[in-house]
């Protein structure tokens, strides 16, 4: 029983590390307005995996009544860890007078955006 339990929690700990890694992967290297504004995050893994737990355990203990008061606290955390280097202000930006496609693919595909977990 004990090895499923190392077993679970080593699963865990893999899945928070790639979690911080492909958030600070992506983060890291986006850039916009030809790298005058860049993103860095500085989240690190042991403290993702820290707070998620605290997250899961007092939501099981309170039956999930304080889940949304730490879902914000994690979500701020990951806030205070990411910043913007550049002006946003200094962005262009302009509307495209473009028509959107009228295809098959537009009606089956309008609405959907792309989804990124570990942002």
Same mark, same amino acid.
């Given at each position: 029983m004990a090895c499923y339990f190392l077993y679970l929690l080593a699963v865990i700990v893999v899945i928070y590390y790639l979690y911080v890694t492909l958030r600070n992967l992506f983060l890291n290297n986006l850039s916009l307005a030809n790298d005058t504004i860049c993103f860095r995050s500085s989240v690190t893994s042991h403290g993702m995996l820290w707070r998620s737990l605290v997250v899961?355990?007092? +939501?099981? %203990?309170?039956l999930g009544l304080t889940y949304p008061w730490l879902k914000i606290w994690l %979500?701020? $955390?990951?806030?205070? /860890?990411?910043? %913007?280097?550049?002006?946003?202000? +200094? *962005?262009? *930006?302009? /509307?495209?007078?473009?028509?959107?496609?009228? &295809?098959?693919?537009? $009606?089956? +595909?309008? &609405?959907?955006?792309?989804?990124?977990p570990f942002i």
């Open positions: 899961f355990m007092l +939501s099981g %203990v309170t %979500v701020g $955390w990951l806030a205070q /860890n990411t910043q %913007v280097q550049g002006d946003l202000d +200094s *962005l262009e *930006l302009t /509307n495209d007078e473009k028509p959107l496609e009228n &295809g098959p693919l537009m $009606w089956i +595909s309008r &609405g959907i955006m792309p989804y990124f």
